[in-house]
Nanobody, 117 residues
Framework: QVQLVESGGGLVQPGGSLRLSCTAS????????MGWYRQAPGKQRELLAA???????NYADSVKGRFTISRDNAKNTVYLQMNSLIPEDTAVYYC???????????WGQGTQVTVSS
């Protein structure tokens, strides 16, 4: 069973950048598809980006061109580089690991991102 710990959230001004990290432990990281989600107050959790075991990526339209997901298998870590941040990006950001062809998924504890001047 994999455990996930996110870091890198904080307060940033509009137009700024942040990089979130999610480090996995407890299982073989390369087996997992990794995703970043966010949940704003009063809204449903939404998928922002995902990266497969072969490092193929896909993005939600709301972040395409601004956010980049990547993974470093040697460090058991997935990243979310967020550029050109806007106030609407304010949310709690979650990392998720899922095993392909199974129902298994694991979530991190979340990290707050606030975009405000």
């Amino acid at each position: 069973q994999v455990q996930l710990v996110e870091s890198g959230g904080g307060l940033v001004q509009p137009g700024g950048s942040l990089r979130l990290s999610c480090t996995a432990s407890g299982d073989i990281f390369t087996l997992y598809v990794m995703g970043w989600y966010r949940q704003a107050p009063g809204k449903q959790r939404e998928l922002l980006a995902a990266i497969t075991t072969g490092s193929r990526t896909n993005y939600a339209d709301s972040v395409k061109g601004r956010f980049t997901i990547s993974r470093d298998n040697a460090k058991n870590t997935v990243y979310l580089q967020m550029n050109s941040l806007i106030p609407e990006d304010t949310a709690v950001y979650y990392c998720q690991a899922s095993l392909p062809y199974t129902n298994y998924e694991q979530w991190g504890q979340g990290t707050q991102v606030t975009v405000s001047s």
